[in-house]
């Protein structure tokens, strides 16, 4: 277990799925000082990031925090880099908190990153959204790249999950970064 001074990024991960699939890209590019935190779905999302922030006072070697996040039922990837920062800020705003949030700004493919500032720290939130935006469904997901990382989808949810794990591990940093190309450069640019 990392020590909280030791962390350099945290990576809040929307369900437990998100986080291994994240976890397994990290050790494959050999990303380290990452703590990779499950949030249990996207409504508590904002209340992770904002006690992260707070947290950042105390462990001043952290700079970043990503966070993997369905696409689904947005139009865009930075529509829900928006929500999750509008959600942040109305959360400062409401505890009568000295902070803000950016506008998110591309920084990849479906990766944004925006600035967050509270009582002279600032830390870097950078969102990666999974998902297939080329296709009208609005259920966007991380299966849609395990399904391209594998060359086809599977109707059970949890062998598409084991057999997309099996491939991260097994395919060369390339092709996987290929198919998840939002989580790998979310996490190069804290690595």
Do not use: W
């Amino acid at each position: 277990m990392l020590r909280l001074r030791q962390i350099a990024a945290v990576v809040v991960c929307e369900g437990e799925k998100d986080k291994a699939v994240a976890s397994e890209i990290a050790a494959k590019l050999g990303a380290s000082s990452l703590l990779f935190l499950p949030a249990g779905g996207i409504d508590t999302i904002p209340d992770i990031i904002e006690m992260l922030v707070v947290l950042t006072r105390v462990a001043r070697k952290v700079k970043s925090i990503i966070v993997v996040v369905d696409g689904e039922d947005v139009d865009s990837p930075l529509e829900r880099a928006r929500r999750i920062r509008d959600s942040l800020a109305s959360r400062f705003v409401s505890r009568g908190m000295n902070a803000e949030a950016d506008e998110p700004q591309p920084a990849g493919a479906q990766l944004y990153k925006a600035r967050v500032r509270y009582e002279g720290q600032e830390v870097n939130l950078l969102v990666a959204v999974s998902g297939d935006f080329s296709k009208s469904s609005p259920r966007r997901a991380i299966e849609d790249h395990c399904a391209k990382l594998l060359g086809s989808a599977y109707p059970d949810k949890d062998e598409l999950h084991r057999l997309c794990l099996e491939a991260i591990r097994r395919e060369d940093m390339e092709t996987v970064c290929n198919a998840f190309p939002h989580i790998c450069a979310a996490l190069r640019a804290v690595n």
